[in-house]
């Protein structure tokens, strides 16, 4: 008798996202915390429309992209034929790209800059709404990384988004590659505390579980979903452009 070939199984993706979940739940009750209180973005960023297709069909509805023009060519289509996806902008945002970004993404990650909150904030006067807003903090004060300073995140708050009238409902980082995440994941945890906001992006696929343990509201996994991504340089910096 052969044993079942447990690799095989995991091989489609509503398994895989199954097993993501399974991880997430039990990460948040480790931590203290209701098992559906992190949630779970798939980064489907390089990954063609059928593989976020299956996992739509698996019953995922958060999904998270890099890169606007990326995003736009995906997601229009599919956003149509699924009106109750919720798309994240994880990746930086030029501000001559704001009003598609607008136009498409539910939540945006990557605050980081003044003229990037002027930009938003000419968005709402004209249409009347943003998607919800989150700060990018560059807990590791990476020079080639986006983000705010942690020092700074008071004084963009109060003299950056109030001014202009841009609510932010939290805080999004990317801790250095090669450093423990823990300690940055914590950081960003006291600071959304201090100022009072509820989201916390935080954790990918090498450490969601120790982010939904600290905290996380919610976590950004793309290979452990889709496997492996096309190796490019710029694809693995977030810091990238388009
Ligand atoms: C690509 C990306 C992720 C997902 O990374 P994985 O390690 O593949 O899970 C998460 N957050 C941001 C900002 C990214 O650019």
Known sequence: MTAPDLTQSLETPADRLAAIRRRLEMAARRGGRAPDAVALIAVSKTHPPEAVTAL????QRHF?????QEALVKFTPLKTA???????????????????????????????????????????????????????????EEAQKSGVAPQDVAAFLSDVCAPRGLQVDGLMCIPPAEEAAGPHFALL????????????????????????????????VGSALFGARPAAKDRANPSSSE
Not at 56 to 59: E, F, N
Not at 64 to 68: A, D, F, L, Q, S
Not at 92 to 109: C, M, S, W, Y
């Open 56 to 59: 739509i069909d698996a019953g």
């Open 64 to 68: 998270g992209e890099n890169r606007v």
């Open 82 to 140: 699924h009106p109750s996806l919720v798309l994240h902008l994880i990746g930086p945002l030029q501000t001559n790209k704001t009003r598609e970004a607008v136009g498409l993404f539910d939540v945006i990650h990557s605050l980081d800059r003044p003229s990037l909150a002027d930009a938003l904030a000419k968005e709402r006067a004209r249409i009347g709404h943003l998607p919800r807003l989150l700060l990018q903090v560059n807990t590791g």
């Open 189 to 220: 945890a006291k600071l959304a505390a201090r100022h009072g906001l509820p989201y916390l992006s935080m954790g990918m696929s090498a450490d969601f579980e120790l982010a939904a343990a600290l905290g996380a509201t919610h976590v950004r």
